[in-house]
T-cell receptor, first 114, second 111 residues
């Protein structure tokens, strides 16, 4: 069964550093998302992406965050200057249809900001 | 913002028993979905129920939706050890593409 893949599985970085989290969505999917889960808290929506542009973003997704689909297969989340509170599990997801139906999630990248 | 809340938080049952989880939400929704997460893994979509539906089945899963009470339940019948996981409800409101997740139920099925 096709799956969403994320790399790396774990990322440790120093506060203030830039990180890029990578995702390969399912190939025929058109809608892409990033969610995150801080330890012990709910899974939170960050951003949705369709047709090479952001279609929706949450209050969390401020100017420090950006997303890109650089080559038609990868979908990346960049955090420009990481903060301690960015430490979380980041999940990429994709869906075939209009976003709110059935999402396929990757296994996540655990980001630790020191 | 739309949020799902599951209840109870943790459930431990014997293999073969049924497991029931509840979820409440606060505003009008387009649909409600349930996801499962095994430890260290991503979320797996289980079932979706639309706002105009009251009950839905998928294999050993049964989902109900009561829009008047703004609540949903997930029933897993004849549980198996492999059902051990966290289960999340997520709601989608009209006019947006985001899932609003609850905190999740930890279900442990004892062989």
């Amino acid at each position: 069964e096709p799956e969403v893949t994320q790399t790396p599985s774990h990322q440790v970085t120093q506060m203030g550093q830039e990180v890029i989290l990578r995702c390969v969505p399912i190939s025929n999917h058109l809608y892409f998302y990033w969610y995150r889960q801080i330890l012990g808290q709910k899974v939170e929506f960050l951003v949705s992406f369709y047709n090479n542009e952001i279609s929706e973003k949450s209050e969390i997704f401020d100017d420090q965050f950006s997303v890109e689909r650089p080559d038609g297969s990868n979908f990346t989340l960049k955090i420009r200057s990481t903060k301690l509170e960015d430490s979380a599990m980041y999940f990429c997801a994709s869906s075939e249809w209009q976003g709110n139906e059935k999402l396929f999630f990757g296994s996540g990248t655990q980001l630790s900001v020191l | 913002s739309q949020q799902g809340e599951e209840d109870p938080q943790a459930l431990s049952i014997q293999e073969g028993e049924n497991a029931t989880m509840n979820c409440s939400y606060k505003t009008s929704i387009n649909n409600l979905q349930w996801y499962r997460q095994n430890s260290g893994r991503g979320l797996v979509h289980l079932i979706l129920i639309r706002s105009n539906e009251r009950e839905k089945h998928s294999g050993r899963l049964r989902v109900t939706l009561d829009t008047s009470k703004k609540s949903s339940s997930l029933l897993i019948t004849a549980s198996r050890a492999a059902d051990t996981a966290s289960y999340f409800c997520a709601t989608v409101s009209y006019g947006n593409n985001r899932l609003a997740f609850g905190k999740g139920n930890q279900v442990v099925v004892i062989p």
